[in-house]
């Protein structure tokens, strides 16, 4: 159980390109996902929270108008990359925890998106 | 100095070996404790999930966490070759509802 899906897997664009992710929880229900980013020899860092019928809430320094985040539903989650620039090039990757009153679930994570911006 | 401090190694023992992973980390806020493996360009997987302190069996693992310390462990009894990957500490102050942050990763690699 508590299987997420993220979709794609790898995307390579052109600098200017919007992309979105797309993550998904299969078997169970998510108020909070969250998205992070990995560097190559970095640890996982935490972009932001996405909250169901909510806005997202950003970590500081990632700015919000470049990484739209969308929590439509209790199972989708996406983030869109507008505009990406090569700096941007990184391994996202997105997880959620099951709903639980007392928020106790541990968080599961998808398989990640290698992005590549040329 | 970053709230959590992990090895990067690597760490390299002969199959059958008992592996020790650790972390340390400054936030007395943190209450929940996780370890993640990660292999070659997947997401983490969930190997152990702790509250508070003290000690967690599941198989060959076992986590301890000493928060007086501010430090966690990962015991993995006879390992296999299976075993190599990259492991990472997470923490949180609000289990699974709360941002985590994580260590660099450990990266492993058992010895057939």
């Known amino acids: 159980g508590a299987v997420v899906s993220q979709h794609p897997s790898r995307v390579i664009c052109k600098s200017g390109t919007s992309v979105k992710i797309e993550c998904r929880s299969l078997?169970?229900?998510?108020?909070?996902m969250f998205w992070y980013r990995q560097f190559p020899k970095q640890s996982l860092m935490l972009m932001a929270t996405?909250?169901?019928?909510?806005?997202?809430?950003?970590e500081q320094g990632v700015e919000k108008d470049k990484f739209l985040i969308n929590h439509a539903s209790l199972t989708l989650s996406t983030l869109t990359v507008t505009s990406a620039h090569p700096e941007d090039s990184s391994f996202y990757i997105c997880?959620?925890?099951?709903?639980?009153?007392?928020?106790?679930?541990?968080?599961?994570f998808g398989d990640g998106t290698r992005l590549s911006i040329l | 100095q970053k709230e959590v401090e992990q090895d990067p190694g690597p760490l390299s023992v002969p199959e059958g070996a008992i592996v020790s992973l650790n972390c340390t980390y400054s936030?007395?806020?943190?209450?929940?404790f996780m370890w993640y493996r990660q292999y070659s360009r997947k997401g983490p997987e969930l190997l152990m999930y702790?509250?508070?302190?003290g000690n967690k069996e599941d198989g060959r693992f076992t986590a301890q966490v000493d928060k007086s310390s501010k430090y966690i462990s990962l015991f993995i009894r006879d390992s296999q070759p299976s075993d190599s990957a990259t492991y990472l500490c997470?923490?949180?102050?609000?289990?699974?509802?709360?941002?985590?942050?994580f260590g660099k990763g450990t990266h492993l690699i058992i010895q057939p």
């Open positions: 997880s959620a925890s099951p709903r639980d009153i007392q928020g106790n679930q541990p968080q599961h």
């Open positions: 078997d169970f229900q998510a108020t909070t």
């Open positions: 996405s909250n169901e019928g909510s806005k997202a809430t950003y």
């Open positions: 936030n007395s806020a943190f209450q929940y």
């Open positions: 702790t509250y508070s302190s």
């Open positions: 997470a923490m949180s102050s609000g289990g699974g509802a709360d941002g985590l942050t």
